[in-house]
């Protein structure tokens, strides 16, 4: 069901967006500032490993951003009590990374929660460079 | 049955409204009786409609007792102390005549079981009202009212059950004592007449004038209680949310009504938010004085429903965990861990899981059911 779904809704983008899968100017705008702020190639690969790996230095609760949204990224995630979270994939969740604000307030809230420390542009962007992708 | 009985002739005494009226009161109160005390407080609707019934039986029984055939006049059988000494100085000395309706204690035991459901009533209304901000009296009584009228809700519930035990003893001393079976004849209607009986005056029933009267007074009550229930609650929470606060904290859980917690403990809970039950939930300074401040404009101390007078209580060791005070594990002492964790409910913390009222503070108790569990 889903993967139909799926299937119809990526092959209807293509059709109208006639490029790239999922583009949306503010998303772009977004992902350009970052890899501008890097300084260097954003990479999706990289991005993957950050957000599925395991790290230290945050909350005891959290050790990874996938404690939370899973490691599939076409399915949707729950907070700690629960309330589920909309898939991170944008092929899946369209409106996602379009609001500049809100994606500056959750990197540094669950940056802090898992790594106990922001995150660098560097990370923010092949971050989204995967999930764009996806 | 008594040779006497087949001799004497049988005559209507009790008519088929007081018949009704008696079997349907015993229906109401056993009902409102096993809804308080065995079923809990998820059953509260029904031990309110069972009061309420009560209430309505005997208001039309009074009018009956005004409009009614001879034997349920109040006039029949409401004597004053002296005819009802002499009554019970002649039951102890064997003289008492038999009455084919009440005799004068039976009576006043009526206007007793009478005057006790009416109280109860009141009592029961007034303390729904304070407590849990809805019904008539929703508008007008302070929830520390309310909780001392549940007191007395209870007092009135302890007496009427004494007058219905000396109700049922007199009914079968009586029985005992002139040969009749009494209870039967609440269900007949009938009962011998014999030679001695004590005299009362004949009325004439008139019902359709009881009918009149009975819609007039009934329809009005009901009138009367929507009118005062339409009216904003005393001490009610705050109706809605502030968006900014609704759609922010709804993010990752349920939007709590800020009517749960004192503004102090509000206070403290937005600065830790940095550490917010293990998580970074911190705003940028806008929105976290925004949010502070209209937590505490509706915080528990601007309001007096019953969660925000009894989770008031926290722990100062973690002075915003509403799940850790006394009030909160008492009451949900039964439900066992697992079933917190399970879907749908998930957490402690997921008040709405359960509670279909959480988000306006109100947590009637008869809007909680445990939800079945998801796939």
Known sequence: ?134 | MSQHSIQQPKTLVWDIAVRVFHWALVGAVLLAFVTADLFGATWLTYHIWAGASAAGLVVARLIWGVTGSTYARLASFVTGPRETLRHLRDLVTGRAPRHLGHNPLGGWMILGLIAVVLGLAASGVAQLGGIFKTGPLGFAVSYATGEQLSELHEVFANLLLILIGLHIIGALFESWRTRENLPLAMVTGKKERRNGDHQVSQAKAMPWLAALLVATALGGAIWGARQLTARPAFGAAVAVLDPTYAAECSECHQAFNPSLMTAANWVLLMQALPDHFGEDASFDDQKQKQLTDWLVQNAADTADTKASHRLRATDPATPYTLTKTRFWTSKHRDIADETFKRAPIFSRSNCSACHSDAESGQFFPPNATLPNEAK
Not at chain 1, 25 to 52: C, E, N, V, W, Y
Not at chain 1, 67 to 81: E, I, L, N, Q, S
């Open chain 1, 1 to 134: 069901m889903i993967k139909t779904a799926l299937l119809i809704l990526t092959t209807s983008a293509l059709l109208v967006g006639g490029q790239a899968v999922h583009a949306d100017p503010a998303r772009d705008k977004i992902i350009a500032d970052l890899a501008r702020a890097a300084g260097t190639t954003l990479s999706a690969q990289r991005g993957q490993a950050f957000f599925t790996g395991t790290h230290s230095g945050g909350k005891p609760d959290s050790p990874s951003c996938s404690t939370c949204h899973t490691k599939d990224m076409r399915k949707p995630g729950a907070t700690r009590v629960g309330k589920p979270i909309d898939p991170m994939a944008v092929s899946v969740t369209r409106d996602r990374f379009t609001d500049p604000e809100k994606v500056a307030k959750w990197f540094k809230r669950n940056c802090n929660s898992v790594l106990g420390r922001e995150c660098t542009a560097t990370e923010q962007g092949d971050i989204l460079t995967w999930l764009s992708s996806l």
